[in-house]
Every structure is written in structure tokens, then in C-alpha cells.
């Protein structure tokens, strides 16, 4: 039995009205897909021009050349000036974080090719950058060994193998001569809670424990682990024979005052406790950072730059 032409022609419509939802719907994820792929370029490169510019900012600013023209500059090198294109360009200095910061951010808006059609011809896209620039006043990743700096004299530490012994027993746990080497935590001393032992030394060797600071700080009075047997130290630090590693040099006080890296030549732990290797650098303050919550910088006649956003 035939359907009335009225109710075929209904059909027809809704059938013609479900297609047309469809396509509609089969455009706008086609849309989104397009759209939103070409703004992940966009912003990938839009954020490594605020990379490269506050970069260069801290550098202009280090340089005493001007830290905001120098973001700008290498800002519009990478296709993003201030004003074109709806393209904004912010860059603000401040001091913070134990040094000074260049801070860039870049909006600008994406136009689409297929969202329009449900309003979002574009969006806005944005990103941010942050460096930090100063006087470098920390290091991290340093093995938990000590030196006097009289076995550096002058700064420049011996070159040639030699071999280093713990202090001999009694209250004197700070090396003093230019044979002499201790274990530290890295931990304040003078009262504040220190507790140099074994197990905490044992865990910065291999890296795993999570006591000591991260970060250590120049002139900070570090504590020496004191006399006794310490003959596992030896053996998880001969696992890192022939490797070369930062270790800290300090006064007779005990008082930071840099670093040197040290290729480990020998660790021995049975009757005789030693360690034999040389220097391959004097005491440096290079390769070091700035970091947060360390109090006022000292200025050794360098200076760092790194993001840190």
C-alpha cells in the first residue's frame, strides 16, 4: 500500500533536516580538528619567541643595553611585534627570587578556518616566559665530600693524584690540611639542626636521599660528618671510580667557598680509608644558579641566566 505524498514528503524533510544537522555537526569537528592543530603551532612557536625573548631580555639587561628593547627585538625577529596583527607584546622587569627576572608574554589571536561558521571566527592564543638573571649564589648535584682550601692555594688545585684521609679522631671533624677530605650532609651547623650521620651521607652518594638541601648556598657554614668507621661510604663511592663530579671546598671554619670538580681515581675503606684522585679544575663559582629563598646574593664576578617559567 502506497504512503500518502504528504506523509513521504515529511519524511523526506526530516530525513533532509537530519542530514543537514549532521553535515553541520561533521564540519564543526572537522573545524575543531583543523583549527585547533594550526593552534598548536601557533602557540608552540608563540612560546618559543617568548622563550628567546626573555632570554635575551635578561641578557639586555645583564649587558645594560635595555632588558625590555631586547625582548621586543627578538620578539618581532620571530614574527610577533606589539600591535600587529592584534598581536600583544608585555614585558616587565622586577626584582625577585634573589636576582632579577624579565618576564615576557605574547597574545595573539588565532583566526580559524571552519569554527566560524558557529561564531569563533578566532581565539585568543597566550604565552609566557621568565628569566632569571644575577649573581650566581647555589649549586646542586655536588658529591658530599669536603676539602680545605689550603690544598687549592690560591685557587688553583693541585693537578697531580694524590691521596686524601679522613681527620684523625677527636673533635676536629673540619679538613684542615692539604691531605685531608671529610664527609658533609650539607647541613647547617652552629646549632641548627645537623645530623651528620652515615646513612644520610650514604643516601647523596647514591642519590637518594631526600634530607639534604637541594641547593647549596656559598658561605653557608656546612657540617662535617665526624671520626668514626665509615667504611661503607668508601664502597658505594668507588662505584663512581674514574667519574669527575663537583665536590665543596671550605676554610678552617668550615664556611663554603666553592667548588672544584674531582675525578675519583680510588676509594678504599678497609684499615688504611682513602680516596685518591686529582683535580681537574681550581676552586670555581662558575656553572652555578640563583635560587629562591636564599637570601642576599654574593657577587663573585658572574653571572647566570636561565628560565625558570
Not at 87 to 92: A, E, L
Not at 187 to 215: E, F, Q, Y
Request: hydrophobic content about 40%; charged content about 10%.
Amino acid at each position: 500500500m502506497k504512503q500518502p505524498t504528504a506523509t513521504r514528503s515529511l519524511q523526506q524533510g526530516q530525513t533532509l533536516a537530519l542530514f543537514a544537522i549532521v553535515i553541520t555537526a561533521l564540519i564543526g569537528l572537522t573545524g575543531l580538528v583543523i583549527d585547533g592543530s594550526s593552534t598548536f603551532v601557533q602557540r608552540r612557536d608563540q612560546q618559543n619567541a617568548a622563550d628567546l625573548a626573555a632570554m635575551a631580555g635578561g641578557y639586555g639587561y645583564l649587558n645594560s643595553t635595555g632588558a625590555e628593547a631586547a625582548a621586543r627585538t627578538v620578539a618581532t625577529a620571530r614574527g610577533f611585534t606589539d600591535g600587529v596583527d592584534g598581536t600583544t607584546v608585555t614585558v616587565s622587569v622586577a626584582g625577585e627570587m634573589g636576582g632579577t627576572t624579565v618576564t615576557v608574554s605574547i597574545t595573539k589571536p588565532h583566526r580559524n578556518f571552519f569554527s566560524g561558521i558557529f561564531g569563533m571566527s578566532l581565539w585568543d592564543v597566550g604565552t609566557t616566559a621568565k628569566s632569571l638573571s644575577g649573581p650566581p649564589n647555589e649549586v646542586g648535584g655536588s658529591m658530599p665530600i669536603i676539602f680545605n682550601q689550603a690544598v687549592c692555594s690560591d685557587g688553583v688545585c693541585p693537578a697531580d693524584s694524590r691521596s686524601y684521609d679522613e681527620p684523625p679522631s677527636g673533635p676536629q671533624s673540619i679538613p684542615l690540611d692539604t691531605f685531608q677530605f671529610n664527609w658533609t650532609v650539607f647541613c647547617l651547623a652552629n646549632g641548627n639542626p645537623c645530623n651528620a650521620n652515615t646513612n644520610l651521607v650514604d643516601g647523596l652518594i647514591n642519590g637518594s636521599s631526600p634530607t639534604s638541601p637541594t641547593l647549596i648556598t656559598l658561605d653557608m657554614i656546612i657540617e662535617p660528618l665526624n671520626a668514626g668507621s665509615h667504611t661503607s661510604l668508601f664502597s658505594d663511592l668507588a662505584n663512581f671510580v674514574g667519574q669527575s663530579f663537583t665536590v665543596a671546598i671550605v676554610n678552617d671554619a668550615g664556611q663554603l667557598q666553592g667548588f672544584a670538580m674531582f675525578r675519583l681515581l680510588g676509594s678504599v675503606g678497609g684499615s688504611t680509608k682513602q680516596i685518591t684522585g686529582y683535580f681537574e679544575t681550581g676552586i670555581t663559582r662558575q656553572n652555578l644558579l640563583i635560587g629562591p629563598g636564599s637570601g642576599t646574593p654574593h657577587f663573585y664576578g658572574l653571572y647566570s641566566i636561565r628560565l625558570v617559567n
